[in-house]
């Protein structure tokens, strides 16, 4: 009986790592797909909504997808040439920073040498060993060898800059695919999603139609309207933040309002990154002094007012989160899939716990997602 028990237990473990394996071998498959159905989930109650006035899928879905698009190509349009100014700065801004570092590191050195030195004569002050010039207050002489090795690490760094501009520069013909690729993918299942569902209706193993019907409304209705919602969010922040960033003279700042408003889109990790990103900015534009703070001082206060006050006020509580469950789902698809895995998580996390909840399975896995503090 225990080997049994044994056996079953092995071929488990067996079965979730082959899953584990599988998901991350086909992740060039699998994240186009689930990017698509959430588009698609997203768009569908427009496209009933226009049916019912009877307007066919086939338009209503061209001119939704259009209009979807459209927007977006617009911004990354008027944004290529901003993003494109910083990419070629970014060698240079990282040189500068590690100069600058360096600097104030020799400055402190050259403090601590002279207190030190003076600490060292006063106690010595009988003793008159000037002669032989052991407490000399002059700064020491750079060696040569301080000078190539200082030239080495800035040659590496723009060497590094430069190839991850060649990097992005040589992977955007592919990223630009797979756009198209989900763009026709997205199209196919607003047209013929309804009719290939109705189709598998039919199957002889599924027993309780009405059941899965009722599954499948509840996840298309929550989670359209939790997608909907945090992209509208989102939008609101970035356009605050760009107009705070515009008052505040800092260049570019819709280029910076639609960084942090995508990168919201990661709970807590991502306005951890806008902080990051924004610290530097600033001190690229206004050099290292305490207004280099100010940027990312703006958007932390514009971030905690959307994530204390507008998101509990519009989303509800219903789909809050327990927050260490979403960092550590976070981690976990970011490990799986990369940051595309990372975007993806909350809506795949939203996803599986309405599906558990309406089949009544798994109530401690249920509990344990939306644990509240």
Wanted: proline residues 5%; contains cysteine.
């Amino acid at each position: 009986m225990n080997s049994t028990v044994s056996n079953h237990q092995s071929l488990k473990w067996l079965l979730a790592l082959a899953t584990l394996y599988t998901l991350y071998l086909a992740q060039s498959l699998i994240i186009p797909i689930l990017f698509s159905g959430f588009i698609a989930l997203l768009l569908s109650p427009l496209v009933k909504l226009l049916k019912t006035f009877y307007i066919p899928r086939t338009i209503s879905s061209f001119i939704l997808l259009a209009m979807l698009v459209a927007p977006f190509t617009f911004l990354a349009s008027e944004l290529v040439a901003p993003a494109q100014k910083w990419a070629q700065l970014l060698p240079k801004i990282t040189v500068e920073l590690n100069q600058k570092i360096d600097t104030i590191s020799d400055e402190f050195a050259s403090q601590k040498q002279m207190a030190e030195a003076e600490a060292a004569a006063k106690i010595k002050k009988d003793d008159d060993f000037s002669f032989f010039g052991f407490f000399s207050n002059d700064k020491p002489v750079p060696k040569k060898s301080d000078e190539l090795d200082e030239n080495t690490v800035e040659k590496h760094i723009k060497q590094g800059g430069i190839e991850l501009v060649i990097k992005g520069l040589s992977s955007a013909p592919i990223f630009l695919a797979q756009c198209f690729g989900c763009l026709i993918l997205i199209l196919f299942l607003l047209i013929y999603g309804p009719s290939v569902y109705i189709a598998t209706r039919r199957f002889p193993h599924i027993a309780n139609k009405k059941k899965l019907d009722s599954i499948v409304y509840e996840v298309q209705k929550v989670l359209s309207k939790y997608i909907a919602t945090i992209s509208a969010i989102n939008f609101i922040l970035g356009a605050a933040t760009a107009i705070a960033f515009m008052l505040l003279g800092l260049d570019d700042p819709i280029l910076w309002g639609a960084l942090v408003g995508l990168l919201n889109f990661v709970p807590y990790i991502g306005s951890a990154i806008s902080i990051a990103i924004l610290t530097l900015v600033g001190s690229v534009q206004f050099g290292l002094t305490l207004f280099a703070l100010v940027p990312a001082s703006v958007f932390l206060i514009i971030n905690v007012l959307e994530s204390q006050f507008l998101t509990p006020l519009v989303l509800g509580t219903k789909m809050q989160l327990n927050p260490l469950v979403t960092i550590l789902w976070l981690f976990f698809l970011g490990w799986l899939w990369g940051m595309l895995g990372v975007l993806l998580a909350v809506p795949i996390l939203v996803c599986i716990k309405l599906t558990l909840e309406r089949l009544n399975l798994l109530n401690h896995w249920v509990t344990f997602i939306e644990a509240k503090a």
